[in-house]
């Protein structure tokens, strides 16, 4: 895609930052676990209702949600349109950007002020095989004074998130994709939780449930309408591509209109495929300080 890094390179030094002040570490921690007791009575494929607000990978870039708040209207009762609109975050809300912690705090606050407005999916980087390598773990123990404890609580409460959502039964939205095994949404709604992801998945296992929690978070759409079928990534061994026929079967049977995912940085933001059957949202603008891209959000109404 348009401005997307390579597999998933690790950051390079960064200068010291300043200390995390939005909130005491204790309330994070709690923050967190009241936000745990809210995900954890929650299925795993939220059942949602338009209208809604979708939002792509966000990596710390909080000056993206802030601006996309002031912008075209929050998550707020008194001067928002909480009241009106529901919102939708597709994962990835840490890494690589310089304030995940910002980001997942005021997301969670969020969520424990309007727990049936404010939404999550779990992305790929909210797991600590991923964020301890690509910035989460460093910026924890570089700006927290229990760095580590609360980057353990933080990842409990990740293991919570939901996998998908469907949006008036007509929508599919999770972060990565079909991959090689999804063919059927109650895939999805048969995985517990806590859910933990297993990263030596071999590329050749097909519809096991670890291969299906994979897949969900890490699969990408192949480079175009004319590359069918499964194909191998570049993001590594255990990850695959799905072609336009994977989404056309996909949306058929389970009588969708539209799958919508994150994860790939797109030049404008958002990106069709599968002649309009899927959707990549990617919010996070001029992703890394290194690639010149638009953020985008969706809005879905009622049709």
Not at 169 to 174: E, Q, R, V
Not at 241 to 268: M, T, W, Y
Request: hydrophobic letters at 40%.
């Amino acid at each position: 895609a348009p401005g997307q890094p390579g597999p998933q390179s690790p950051p390079g030094p960064q200068a010291p930052r300043a200390p995390y002040s939005l909130l005491p570490e204790r309330h994070l921690m709690q923050l967190a676990d009241a936000v745990r007791d809210l995900l954890v009575n929650e299925p795993m494929v939220l059942p949602l209702r338009a209208p809604m607000k979708v939002f792509g990978d966000i990596h710390g870039q909080m000056s993206d949600l802030i601006s996309f708040f002031t912008t075209y209207g929050s998550p707020n009762h008194e001067v928002g349109d909480i009241e009106l609109v529901s919102y939708l975050f597709l994962g990835d809300f840490v890494d690589r950007g310089k304030h995940s912690l910002e980001v997942v705090t005021l997301l969670f606050a969020l969520k424990v002020l309007y727990p049936t407005r404010v939404w999550f999916v779990r992305g790929n980087h909210e797991d600590p095989m991923v964020n301890k390598v690509y910035g989460f773990l460093a910026e924890c123990q570089s700006r927290l004074q229990s760095g580590q404890r609360v980057y353990d609580k933080l990842n409990a409460t990740f293991e919570y998130l939901s996998l998908a959502a469907t949006i008036n039964g007509a929508i599919l939205c999770l972060h990565g994709g079909l991959g090689s095994s999804l063919t059927s949404i109650d895939q999805l709604r048969a995985v517990g939780k806590p859910c933990k992801v297993d990263h030596l998945v071999p590329q050749n296992e097909h519809n096991t449930q670890r291969r299906i929690i994979v897949d969900a978070l890490w699969s990408d759409p192949t480079d175009g309408d004319d590359a069918l079928g499964i194909q191998s990534s570049p993001r590594g061994p255990m990850m695959t591509r799905f072609g336009p026929d994977r989404v056309a079967a996909f949306c058929a049977k389970n009588e969708i209109e539209l799958v919508v995912r994150a994860h790939e940085c797109v030049q404008s933001g958002y990106e069709f495929f599968a002649s309009g059957n899927l959707l990549t949202v990617f919010s996070a603008t001029n992703y890394c300080a290194q690639y010149v891209n638009h953020g985008a959000m969706l809005l879905i109404v009622e049709g």
